[in-house]
Structure formats: C-alpha cells, structure tokens
C-alpha cells in the first residue's frame, strides 16, 4: 500500500514537472521494471554563453540568423568535441544528482545515457531559425 502511494506522489509530482512554467530543455523517461523515471532538466544557458565567449546579446543575434550551437563554436573557434563534452558533463553531473537522491537507478541511468547520446548531438546542431 506505501509502495502505490509512493507510486502515485512520484506521478504526481511529475505531471506538476511537466506543467510547471519553466522552460525545460528536455523531457525523458526511462522504463524498467522499477517503473519509470522521467528526467527533465534545464540547460544553464550563462554556461553555454561563457563556452561559446560570447554574450546573451550575441548568441540571440546569430540564433536569429539561423546559426546552432554548433556553428557558433565553430566560428568562435570551440573544437566540437568540446561543446559535446560540456553537454556530456552536464548531463553527467545533473543525473549523478538524481541518483544520489535514489530517483534513477542504475538501469534508468544506462538507458537514458544512450538515448542523450544521439540527441545532443541533434541539439547543437538545431535552429527552428533556419
């Protein structure tokens, strides 16, 4: 009976998550026998700015004009490899977090660090502009 509690207050909570007014980057979940996890996080984009050596200011401007993350590094000199590894760092250290806390187990880890894999990617590479 505490377990479907417990069950019910985790989907609660996650459906306010998903309501909330704040932006979210991204919004995934991971299914086991456990149950599911859903991992919502938000990009700290003054981390993105400062990688990128570049202000708010600009980085809107050449959004604007249709340029990704990725081209941004390019042309302000940031190695590919290296804007991944910010994503990659950041999304190791917000799961490491969550696992801490007990939220997302090993499993739920595992799987939703291959499904990050292909995104971040597609995320850096994006712009709705263009």
């Known amino acids: 009976m505490l ?36 991992y919502q996080f ?17 980085y809107d401007e050449h959004w604007k004009k249709g340029l990704s993350i990725a081209e941004m590094a390019e042309k302000q000199g940031v190695l590919r490899r290296d804007l991944v590894s910010y ?10 977090k969550w696992r ?9 880890y595992f799987e939703l660090v291959y499904i990050l894999q292909a995104d971040i990617e597609e995320f850096i590479d994006r712009n709705p502009n263009k």
């Open 42 to 58: 938000q990009y700290d984009y003054d981390s993105i700015y400062a990688l990128l050596s570049m202000d708010k200011k600009e």
């Open 3 to 38: 377990k479907m509690g417990m069950k019910r207050m985790f989907l609660l909570l996650a459906f306010c998550l998903v309501l909330s007014p704040i932006a979210l980057a991204g919004n995934y979940s991971a299914e086991s026998e456990e149950g599911t996890v859903v």
């Open 100 to 108: 801490e806390k007990g939220t997302l187990s090993e499993k739920h």
């Open 87 to 96: 994503f990659v760092d950041f999304h190791y250290k917000e799961m490491q």
